[in-house]
């Protein structure tokens, strides 16, 4: 937990960090800016500074005049670390897919927060963002159930804007599946992708059986803003009940969405770091809960090793798509 003076220093760097981010973004090899502990030699040293993310670290030699990352910015040191977000999506090559069962919806089962989910619809991809060319599912993680407004929207449930959405060719009725069963269960209704936001929302088919849980963490309660320190759990499809703790609430993000729809910057999002894994490809769109079951975001991207997440706030994720969650403990039908 960060302390009352570490929380106060936060707060009088983040307006600095807001007004330079751009500038450092534009910075070759800048991925990410942020507000952390400064490290040294790989230990805090107890100062807050402005964390600027960089797909390689170089020698200063090795840099070419004037794009260095400067040592402060107005007074506030910074520091410089090896950090490439990435889309937590996972493909699959569409022969190898379950096949489709029927065009209705059907499902085995409630739909609950946790569970997989895919589009119907394959896309053509080439290296590198799949190893071999050819046509590809896209999988993730349905993270929680919503209700539309207006009400008569139905029972919804929430993803990432790149799970359900895949490229610019989306459209609202795009059939969802679930990539282990082959069972049609929703269709594409929302999609938000902004400076602050990475979500879709589906509606669940008529007679599909949900429940307003999320398997191994329990039913959800609510929502509320994450903090720094806060310890949180998440339950996806890539890799199943993971833990971390937040590490910051202002990482502002450069991440590849692919040709079609190219680099985005995600701004003031969730960073979420563990002993080992959080976050791995299949894990988009898992509810990220705290110890009370409030939701605080929505898990889009993390770093290849696995030990990191970031999510978009769960309330802009709310507003954007015009949604509120499904906090009911009892079981549910539509």
């Not at 995600?266 to 299949?282: H, K, M, N, Y």
Request: glycine residues 12%; proline residues 6%; hydrophobic residues 40%.
């Amino acid at each position: 937990m960060l302390s009352i003076r570490e929380l106060r220093d936060r707060a009088v760097i983040r307006p600095i960090k807001r007004a330079v981010e751009d500038q450092l973004l534009d910075l070759p090899g800048v991925t990410a800016v942020d507000i952390g502990e400064k490290q040294v030699g790989g230990r805090g040293v107890g100062a807050q500074c402005i964390v600027v993310g960089v797909a390689r670290k170089r020698s200063p030699d090795r840099v070419w005049p004037g794009t260095h990352i400067p040592s402060d910015v107005l007074g506030i040191p910074t520091d410089v670390i090896e950090q490439r977000p990435v889309l937590q999506h996972a493909h699959r090559a569409a022969e190898d897919s379950v096949a489709l069962r029927g065009r209705g919806f059907d499902h085995d089962g409630a739909v609950t927060g946790g569970a997989a989910v895919a589009p119907c619809r394959s896309v053509e991809l080439v290296p590198p963002e799949v190893r071999n060319a050819g046509r590809y599912r896209r999988t993730g993680t349905l993270g929680a159930l919503v209700v539309g407004h207006p009400p008569a929207a139905g029972t919804m449930g929430l993803t990432t804007f790149d799970v359900a959405c895949l490229d610019d060719g989306w459209a609202v009725g795009d059939r969802m599946v679930d990539p282990t069963t082959g069972h049609v269960f929703a269709d594409l209704s929302r999609g938000a992708l902004s400076g602050r936001v990475d979500a879709a929302a589906l509606t669940l088919g008529c007679g599909v059986d949900h429940s307003p849980v999320i398997p191994h963490i329990g039913p959800v309660t609510g929502q509320c803003a994450a903090y720094p320190g806060e310890r949180v759990r998440k339950c996806g499809h890539g890799s199943g009940l993971t833990a971390g703790s937040v590490t910051s609430v202002d990482a502002t993000l450069r991440v590849d969405h692919g040709a079609a729809l190219g680099v985005r910057v995600l701004r003031e999002q969730i960073r979420v770091d563990a002993e080992e894994v959080f976050a791995r490809p299949g894990d988009a769109g898992s509810a990220v809960v705290n110890d009370d079951g409030r939701i605080v975001g929505l898990l889009f991207a993390g770093t290849r090793d696995g030990a990191t997440g970031f999510a978009s706030p769960i309330v802009d994720v709310l507003a954007e798509l015009d949604v509120e969650l499904c906090v009911q403990h009892q079981h549910l039908r539509v």
